[in-house]
């Protein structure tokens, strides 16, 4: 039997697992962690639930189709629902806003409470339904460094539509020509930070990303996003894959432009093909003798976070699953985490209470807080410094936007930075989303799955094409699946 081998557990690396195993090799997986899921992991404490890492969920069927492809009823293992309201927003002026998953509703919501042009909401969403249809098979299904990608039906549609892609305005432009109200403008250029880009660079291509929240939906899966770790998992060993935690891969053997073995605990251990799950800049830094693909290594990073996990004593009838207090200044906010490298004084705060729909994530009567605000990537900032000041100025705009004091009702707490992310996962600087979208051509410069040095070697997860989040780095498996041939061919 042909031997592969998968080093980090994160959700590329589970999902590479399952289908290589599918295709009949022998698996085993290496990660550095005690537990698997790398930033989908989960936080437990005093009775409370956290997902740890990523909250909104699309594209559910990348991860039904894992299960479907090792012969297994998905449902036996992971169970999710669609919400009926995508977010609640709300802004320091007192204005609230609920984004429904229905367009009609959101669309009278939007003309009630901002008094906009609902029909301009209309023309967007069903614009970047038609960009995501030309956009997705070509930039996220298929490789971009295989002459073969652009050679079908699917790219010469792109091409022939690429005008319409707004590669060479900014995202921010992009919606400004679109939208009369800056409330809506924000709310749509919010988007660029779902894969960690500024709206203010990213190009407006990048308004495919609505697509899907506002019309494929957004999941909450049972259990909280946790969920989809254990089950990808559980599927793994029920299928013959060999996990191996606490192993951290040390160094990268190779001989005649192959990968020959990894070393772990000072062992050498040889396999037929290599998945890397891991970080590329830290990949890189593990093979011996490799030229570093700089182009693809110095590509800006996305943003990272600070994230506060609270246990609050208290239910809150005004907020749902998702919730985003917007900053006064977004331009201010975004200038301050890319350019600056500093975190602004009014941002954005997300919040995420899963304990809404799924009741054993917290106390009876409380909820599980996740709170985040889009931080830069670590360049050695004073992060002992920057962690109480931003905690000050969070709870200080919540109390001011949720008319409370919330203070009295946080029971538990935990707090992730920029630096913890990056000892958990090595994700170069502690970035969440691998390589950030600011520069128009940003996606051909991502590192490509396939490795031009070691025939071997494939590529998976945030760090990699098409990029960060879970459906995308579910994608990048994908493509790594058809691109490793089958046992018997
Ligand atoms: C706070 C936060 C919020 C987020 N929100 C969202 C969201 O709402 N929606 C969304 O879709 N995405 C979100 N994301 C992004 C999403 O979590 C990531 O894009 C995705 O989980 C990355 O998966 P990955 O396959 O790249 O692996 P990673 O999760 O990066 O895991 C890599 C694994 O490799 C292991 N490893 C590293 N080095 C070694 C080594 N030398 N030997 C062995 N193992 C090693 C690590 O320990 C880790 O387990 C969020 C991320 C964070 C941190």
Redesign the pocket.
């Known amino acids: 039997m042909k031997k592969a081998i998968v ?7 589970l999902a590479s697992a399952i289908r290589l195993k599918c295709k009949g090799y022998d698996v085993d997986v ?4 005690s537990y698997p ?4 992991t989960t936080i437990e404490k005093g009775g409370y639930h956290f997902d740890a ?5 699309t594209l559910p069927h990348l991860v039904d189709e894992l299960f479907e492809l090792a012969g297994k009823n998905p449902k036996d293992y992971f169970q999710y629902q669609k919400l009926d309201v995508s977010a609640r927003y709300f802004w320091e002026d007192g204005t609230k806003l609920t984004a429904y998953a229905d367009r009609d509703k959101l669309i009278s919501e939007i003309e009630s409470k901002l008094n906009a042009n609902g029909k301009e909401v209309d023309k967007y969403l069903s614009e970047v339904e038609r960009l995501f249809k030309l956009s997705y098979p070509v930039f996220v299904e298929k490789p971009l460094n295989k002459l073969s990608s652009f050679l079908n039906k699917e790219t010469v549609l792109a091409i022939v539509n690429i005008r319409k892609f707004n590669l060479f305005t900014s995202l921010h432009n992009h919606n400004k020509k679109r939208f009369s109200h800056p409330k809506l403008i924000q709310m749509w250029d919010r988007y660029a930070s779902y894969n960690g880009s500024n709206p203010y660079t990213a190009p407006g291509v990048m308004s495919v990303i609505s697509n899907l929240e506002n019309n494929s939906g957004v999941f909450l899966p049972k259990g909280g996003t946790h969920s989809i770790t254990q089950s990808l998992h559980q599927l793994g060993i029920d299928i013959g894959v060999n996990y191996h935690f606490n ?3 040390q160094k990268i053997q190779v001989r005649n432009k192959e990968i020959t073995s990894i070393t772990v605990d000072d062992t050498s251990i040889t396999a037929d093909v290599f998945v890397s ?3 590329v800049v ?1 990949l890189y830094r ?1 093979i011996e003798g490799a030229a570093k693909p700089t182009k693809s290594l110095e590509i800006e990073r996305s943003s990272s ?1 600070l ?1 506060f996990y609270w246990g609050i004593s208290k239910s809150f009838e005004n907020l749902g699953v998702h919730n985003i207090l917007f900053s006064d200044k977004y331009t201010e906010e975004f200038n301050h985490i890319f350019n600056q490298k500093d975190i602004y004084i009014d941002p954005t705060i997300y919040i995420n209470i899963t304990s809404k729909k799924e009741l054993g994530q917290a106390p009876n009567g409380c909820e599980n807080w996740f709170i ?1 605000i889009n931080a830069p990537s670590n360049f050695n900032q004073d992060w002992n410094a920057l962690i109480p000041k931003f905690r000050k100025i969070i709870k200080a705009k919540i109390n001011r936007i949720l008319n409370v004091d919330i203070d009295q009702y946080i029971e538990v707490e935990e707090i ?1 930075d920029p630096i913890s ?1 990056e000892n ?4 170069h600087r502690g970035s ?2 691998g390589a950030a979208s600011n520069s128009n051509l940003a996606i051909f410069r991502r590192h490509p799955n396939s490795s031009k040095q070691f025939k071997n070697l494939y590529f ?4 990699v094409h098409p990029g ?4 995308i ?1 579910l994608n990048s498996a994908k493509i790594v699946d058809h691109m490793i041939k089958n046992i018997n061919d």
Request: aromatic share 6%; charged share 15%.
């Open positions: 080093i980090g557990s994160g959700i590329g690396g290496y990660e550095k962690n899921g790398g930033k989908l890492g990523p909250s909104i969920f192993k951290k891969i799950n891991v970080d830290s593990m976070a994230v985040m992730l992310i958990k996962t090595s994700s969440i989303y998976v997860g945030g760090s960060g989040g879970m459906p780095c």
